[in-house]
């Protein structure tokens, strides 16, 4: 049988670095970006989300802040 030895520590470590980055090269090659309008359109409706409870936690706020007077 021939002497079969693994490669060295840092031989591995090189080889398993190089592996990442090709698969994150690869990785990368698959993203697919959301156009102009779709980030536009996503963003209006986080907008237009965040404002709605901000009102609503308002009201609730407003309305708590009224009972505890009436108790105070």
Known sequence: MADEKKPGFF????SGIKRFFKDSKGEMKKIVWPSKKT????????????????????????????????FH
């Open 11 to 14: 031989k591995r470590i090189a």
């Open 39 to 70: 980030v536009l359109n996503n963003t209006g409706i986080v907008i237009i989300v965040l404002a709605a409870f901000s009102v609503g936690i308002g009201v609730i706020d407003f309305i708590f802040n009224a009972l505890v007077g009436l």
